[in-house]
């Protein structure tokens, strides 16, 4: 196993990388966010010739079982044979996998970042088949990489605790986020979840918590509607057939659109139960708008000291924290401005650039 070093030690020069940036394709997740925004500040740096992102082939049109098979054997092909190709035609001194896992075999030295361990913490989410690979392969993959790193402390928790990593071998470089330079004062009436419809993230239980709370509310300060920007999961057809006239679907949104709804809302609600990060909380601080998180995994974490605490995730338990926050907006408005100050300073995406490339270096010291 290659001895990590402190930065310190580690000579100012980068190697040449190549990163898998396959799934930023997907535009709808946060791991596309993700390596999108990582790109974005390497670029920016004077180094930034030295790291390639490599995107591999399109994807398929997900549109039924066969196709989402036929895309699984695109990812395994290209993780495992596509990426270490590339990584050798370009003389690469370092690959770095940002999603989980690394390919089975390297002719470099391997950075990985674990964004989380979903199929650990909520198993019941997961196929069999998939929950085998992935504790196969993100096994393999913290053990055998020269670094590893994480988004959240949660996750270097994670890994401790499930795979037995030694903690001084991860590296915790926090997703950043782009902050508004003058987010509003005034915010509309609206309640915002942003995300995919799977069973951890609560929406239903959102829906119905957030409808015994419109029920309730005084007309004095206008009651807020909920708005859910996101599509896909496996709970996609029960939440459409949930929403009722107190409540917005708008399914995908565009970047700038979703910008807009952070700087109109008057609070984002995230009741989910596990996250490796929970990128839309960091973007909703980042846009001054403050956040309802669950108190579990990596969510307060991110959210910071502004938050609001959701300690029971039940349509009831909703309900009850949805009307005692609301009712005092003055209040919210503090938390959002406190939020965005803190974001602003402990969430940048020229420190996340400068820890990565610090793991580049460690890498091959």
Not at 20 to 27: E, G
Not at 50 to 60: D, K, Q, T
Not at 154 to 180: F, H, K, Q
């Amino acid at each position: 196993m290659t001895r990590l070093r402190s930065t310190s030690q580690l000579s100012e020069g980068l190697p040449r990388v190549v990163v898998d940036a396959r799934l930023a394709r997907r535009r709808t997740t946060g791991v596309a966010t993700y390596i999108r925004g990582l790109r974005t500040a390497l670029e920016s740096r004077p180094s930034a010739e030295r790291v390639h992102f490599a995107y591999g082939p399109p994807g398929l049109p997900r549109r039924n079982r066969l196709t989402r098979l036929a895309n699984l054997a695109i990812d395994l092909a290209w993780l495992h044979i596509g990426v270490p190709t590339v990584a050798w035609r370009r003389r690469a001194k370092v690959i770095h996998a940002p999603v989980n896992w690394l390919p089975w075999w390297s002719p470099s030295r391997t950075v990985v970042t674990v964004q989380d361990v979903a199929w650990e913490r909520v198993p019941e989410s997961y196929p069999a088949f998939f929950r085998a690979y992935a504790r196969l392969f993100a096994r393999r993959s913290v053990a055998r990489a020269d670094v590893v790193m994480t988004t959240s402390q949660s996750t270097a928790d994670d890994l401790v605790e499930l795979y037995g990593v030694e903690r001084n071998r991860i590296r915790v470089a926090p997703i950043g986020v782009e902050a508004d330079p003058d987010p509003p004062r005034q915010r509309d009436p609206i309640l915002l979840h942003v995300g995919e419809f799977e069973p951890r993230k609560h929406v239903l239980e959102l829906i119905a918590g957030h409808r015994r709370y419109a029920a309730a509310a005084p007309h004095d300060p206008p009651p807020c509607r909920l708005v859910l920007a996101g599509l896909g999961g496996s709970q996609e057809h029960q939440v459409r057939a949930a929403v009722g006239p107190e409540c917005d679907l708008l399914g995908f949104v565009s970047a700038q659109e979703l910008r807009e709804l952070y700087r109109r809302a008057t609070l984002l609600v995230f009741p989910s139960h596990y996250e490796g990060f929970g990128l839309p909380i960091a973007e909703a601080l980042a846009h001054g708008c403050p956040v309802m998180v669950a108190e579990n995994s990596s969510l307060l974490e991110v959210a910071g000291p502004s938050a609001l605490v959701l300690a029971d995730s039940t349509p009831d338990g909703i309900a009850s924290a949805l009307g005692s926050a609301l009712a005092d907006r003055p209040q919210l408005a503090k938390r959002g401005r406190a939020g965005w100050e803190d974001v602003r300073s402990r969430l940048s995406w020229e420190s996340a650039a400068s820890l990565t490339e610090d793991a580049y270096r460690e890498a091959i010291a």
